[in-house]
């Protein structure tokens, strides 16, 4: 790891992208005129693997695995989405705080954070950045509990794994921000940011979990129709 502090955050890097990139091409669609979390947005993502997936795409257990297919088949042959819509305060607070991150972010670093509704790589897969920074980055923003943000600060934060490797797979970029915020903390420990870079055992395992779930999907929906 490579530490270094600021007056408003703590930076990690998990190392250099020399080597570590291998572009997958560039043939997906950016969607920033949607806006996430509309129905606009739903629509795009309806019966495709998505970012949260990609764990149980590369490394879940085959009966996770299947019940995933299934949801997004039935997605896909009824029209009706099987995420939750449900939206209360505490998620409205959640959005709220995670814009305030990424001004954060802007300041300390310098750079441009583009909002982004959606990235479409196929007709099955896609993610939702919460936010791309010029042509070869993005930006995971997590806004944690204060227990979790502290041990992120101590330990950073592994559990994204899948996510991040996921979204460098689908946009072809060379580098994601992981950024935990909370604004509870003294200004010096309120944003974490860590270099990801692309892995190609990462990518492969997602390649391959990928190229088995879509012809699963397809299958099943052959049988249905």
């Known amino acids: 790891w490579q530490e270094q502090r600021s007056q408003t955050g703590i930076y990690r890097s998990s190392g250099s992208s020399e080597g570590r990139t291998r572009s997958n091409g560039r043939n997906m669609i950016e969607h920033f005129d949607v806006i996430q979390r509309t129905d606009q947005w739903f629509l795009l993502r309806m019966g495709k693997f998505t970012g ?11 009966a996770t695995k299947e019940t995933l297919i299934y949801k997004k ?15 209360n305060e505490q998620m409205e607070r959640g959005v709220e705080t995670e814009e305030e991150a990424r ?3 802007e300041f300390e670093t310098g750079l441009t954070v583009k909002e982004c509704g959606f990235v479409e790589k196929d007709q099955y897969s896609g993610i939702s950045p ?15 509990d204060d227990h ?9 934060d592994n ?3 899948w996510q991040l490797q996921g979204s460098l797979y689908v946009t ?5 921000y992981f950024v ?11 944003l974490y940011v860590e270099e990801v870079y692309p892995d190609e055992e990462s990518f492969e395992k997602i390649r391959i979990g990928l190229r088995e779930a879509i012809q699963q999907l397809e299958t099943i929906l052959k049988k249905a129709a």
Not at 130 to 144: N, Q, R, S, V, Y
Not at 172 to 176: A, H, M
């Open 172 to 176: 072809g970029r060379k580098k994601w």
């Open 130 to 144: 919460d936010g791309l920074i010029g042509d070869d980055a993005g930006i995971e923003i997590k806004c944690k």
């Open 103 to 105: 001004q954060v972010f």
């Open 159 to 161: 559990s994204y794994k």
């Open 52 to 62: 949260t997936d990609f764990q149980t795409i590369a490394n879940g257990r085959a």
């Open 180 to 190: 935990s915020y909370n604004r509870f903390f003294p200004p010096e420990k309120m």
């Open 148 to 156: 979790t943000h502290l041990k992120c600060l101590l330990s950073g």
């Open 73 to 87: 088949a039935a997605e896909i042959l009824t029209g009706h989405r099987n995420e939750n819509g449900f939206f």
